[in-house]
């Protein structure tokens, strides 16, 4: 499951929580006539489900559309992602959920895009510091409907493992880490980029777009998130 927000989903083009939740209800109705009820409560109540949260709801929802930031400053609007999450969490429990990741924001003012805009080569230190401090409000939440709800949980620390390598990328052997593989790699990023020329190595790429991952940096991050789990969960 992805960005809270349903304004997210209309505007980045994904699926909206209540909509994934609508097609989870649809899933395990499907798994039921399948395997039978039992079976199917066992199946989704020992699974493990991903939740990702907060970067398009900061980049496009308050930055890029300013609707949000029209309505709330952005101590209300981290309370306002954070009760949302709260509210699905506790949807997704009631559907019989029980081991949950949630992954926290990246340093997204180090994205190619942002830097862009701020017509700058260095990475926007108060878009990281709302991450960071996004992250440590969802992950006391996390641990809250931990102990609430008889969840076992795992918060997922991406923002460090980031920050670290693009500090020392040629560690984890990427040369680039200011601008994306595709076209430019300054402003181009999702459809944007068709028809457009790569770069000749996207492993020494950290960033595909101006806004997305390699493959590269995205086996580091899920590797992270894969070692967090086993160990939480």
């Given at each position: 499951?992805?960005?809270?927000?349903?304004?997210?989903?209309?505007?980045?083009?994904?699926?909206?929580?209540?909509?994934?939740?609508?097609?989870?209800?649809?899933?395990?109705?499907?798994?039921?006539?399948?395997?039978?009820?039992?079976?199917?409560?066992?199946?989704?109540?020992?699974?493990?489900?991903?939740?990702?949260?907060?970067?398009?709801?900061?980049?496009?929802n308050y930055y890029i559309d300013p609707t949000r930031s029209h309505m709330f400053t952005i101590a209300?609007?981290?309370?306002?992602?954070?009760?949302?999450?709260?509210?699905?969490?506790?949807?997704?429990?009631?559907?019989?959920?029980?081991?949950?990741?949630?992954?926290?924001m990246e340093p997204f003012g180090c994205m190619p895009l942002i830097r862009t805009l701020k017509d700058?080569?260095?990475c926007d230190e108060n878009m990281n510091q709302l991450a960071l401090s996004f992250n440590l409000l969802?992950?006391?939440?996390?641990?809250?409907?931990?102990?609430?709800?008889?969840?076992?949980?795992?918060?997922?620390?991406?923002?460090?493992?980031?920050?670290?390598?693009?500090?020392?990328?040629?560690?984890?052997?990427?040369?680039?880490?200011?601008?994306?593989?595709?076209?430019?790699?300054?402003?181009?990023?999702?459809?944007?980029?068709?028809?457009?020329?790569?770069?000749?190595?996207?492993?020494?790429?950290?960033?595909?777009?101006?806004?997305?991952?390699?493959?590269?940096?995205?086996?580091?991050?899920?590797?992270?998130?894969?070692?967090?789990?086993?160990?939480?969960?």
């Amino acid at each position: 499951m992805r960005e809270m927000g349903n304004q997210s989903s209309n505007t980045a083009n994904v699926i909206s929580l209540n909509k994934q939740l609508e097609y989870f209800k649809e899933y395990k109705i499907r798994m039921e006539r399948l395997v039978g009820k039992e079976d199917a409560h066992k199946i989704v109540e020992n699974a493990v489900y991903i939740l990702s949260m907060g970067t398009n709801d900061f980049l496009q929802n308050y930055y890029i559309d300013p609707t949000r930031s029209h309505m709330f400053t952005i101590a209300q609007y981290q309370r306002y992602l954070i009760s949302c999450m709260e509210t699905y969490v506790k949807k997704m429990h009631s559907l019989g959920v029980r081991r949950l990741a949630v992954v926290g924001m990246e340093p997204f003012g180090c994205m190619p895009l942002i830097r862009t805009l701020k017509d700058s080569v260095e990475c926007d230190e108060n878009m990281n510091q709302l991450a960071l401090s996004f992250n440590l409000l969802l992950k006391a939440k996390v641990s809250e409907l931990e102990a609430t709800l008889g969840m076992r949980t795992a918060f997922v620390d991406i923002y460090g493992v980031i920050q670290n390598i693009l500090r020392y990328p040629s560690r984890d052997g990427f040369a680039e880490t200011k601008k994306g593989c595709c076209g430019s790699g300054l402003t181009e990023f999702g459809t944007s980029l068709k028809g457009l020329n790569m770069c000749a190595n996207h492993t020494k790429y950290i960033y595909w777009d101006a806004v997305h991952f390699t493959e590269s940096m995205y086996y580091i991050i899920a590797d992270k998130a894969v070692k967090t789990i086993i160990e939480s969960l």
